[in-house]
């Protein structure tokens, strides 16, 4: 099964950036790639995908012009390049890897917790 291990976040201020990476060791060739996102209280929800070709991608409308998601294949990572954060911004970051339509097989990494202060 593949093992994801997210990295990257922090603490940033409102207004600033900060670049997710998750590295994926295993097979993932051919499977679309997503960030979610978990804040406090809520539930888990993907905030961007993209295809295996990188050429489709899917944003959530609370990111839409602020997140950028890219993948390289040949490293076998996936990327969330975050701007314009916003203190809702703040939860814990996963990815993962799309196995079926609605994201619910394979395994969790451990997140990274991403906290933007106002």
């Known amino acids: 099964q593949v093992q994801l291990v997210e990295s990257g976040g922090g603490l940033v201020q409102a207004g600033g950036s900060l670049r997710l990476s998750c590295a994926a060791s295993?097979?993932?060739?051919?499977?679309?790639l997503g960030w979610f996102r978990q804040a406090p209280g809520k539930e888990r929800v993907l905030v961007a995908s993209?295809?295996?070709?990188?050429?489709?991608?899917y944003y959530a409308d609370s990111v839409k012009g602020r997140f950028t998601i890219s993948r390289d294949n040949a490293k076998n990572t996936v990327l969330l390049q975050m701007n314009s954060l916003e203190p809702e911004d703040t939860a814990v970051y996963y990815c993962?890897?799309?196995?079926?339509?609605?994201?619910?097989?394979?395994?969790w990494g451990q997140g990274t917790q991403v906290t933007v202060s106002s």
């Open positions: 295993g097979r993932t060739s051919g499977r679309a």
């Open positions: 993209v295809s295996w070709s990188g050429f489709s991608t």
């Open positions: 993962r890897v799309q196995y079926d339509t609605n994201w619910n097989l394979g395994s």
